[in-house]
């Protein structure tokens, strides 16, 4: 439960402020105490006093998004020192029918092995050469993956054109 600060203080038009690492905010004609990691629990309670238990549930999803929009979520691939080059076709390289991608997987303590993706499309069955692209421009990647085929941080990526 959020306890007020300062209690009422309907004249006070500080909407924000930090000071010593804490913020207040103004809710509800009193001014509350944000520890960090108090902001779910200060927008539920907001959420409750105005719109009642109906829409608690939409303000606790948008604030879900917001965060993995924000960057903060907890499905980052792993940084386990793999290191991937692709070796050919070079950035830039004009390609004709189906292409051959040579690789250098520099295993770190979780890579097995690696995925291919087009144009962000899993290429399932990867044996090292691409089949079928269109004519135009597009991305080829090459992205570290586990035992359990998790993909991990390691990744390198080339733009060709296919004729």
């Known amino acids: 439960r959020l306890k007020p600060l ?26 509350y105490r944000l520890f960090e990691g108090g902001l779910y629990q200060f927008i539920i309670h907001l959420a409750r006093r105005r719109f009642g238990m109906s829409r608690v549930f939409a303000v606790m999803a948008a604030v ?14 792993t940084d386990d020192g793999s290191q991937v080059k692709i070796v050919s076709p070079e950035q830039g390289a ?8 040579q690789y250098m997987l520099m295993k770190g303590t979780q890579a097995t092995h690696v995925h291919c993706y087009v ?23 090459v992205v570290a993956a586990d035992k359990d085929h998790k993909t991990l941080a390691a990744e390198a990526a080339v733009t060709v054109e296919v004729q």
């Open 6 to 31: 300062l209690g009422d203080h309907h004249g006070l038009d500080a909407r924000e402020s930090v000071d010593d690492g804490l913020k207040m905010q103004q809710g509800q004609g009193k001014v």
């Open 64 to 77: 879900s998004l917001l965060m993995l929009g924000l960057g903060v979520n907890g499905w980052a691939a």
């Open 94 to 101: 004009v390609v004709k029918g189906d292409v051959e991608v």
């Open 119 to 141: 144009d962000g499309e899993y290429q399932k069955g990867f044996s090292g050469i691409v089949k079928g692209m269109p004519r135009g421009t597009h991305e080829i990647k």
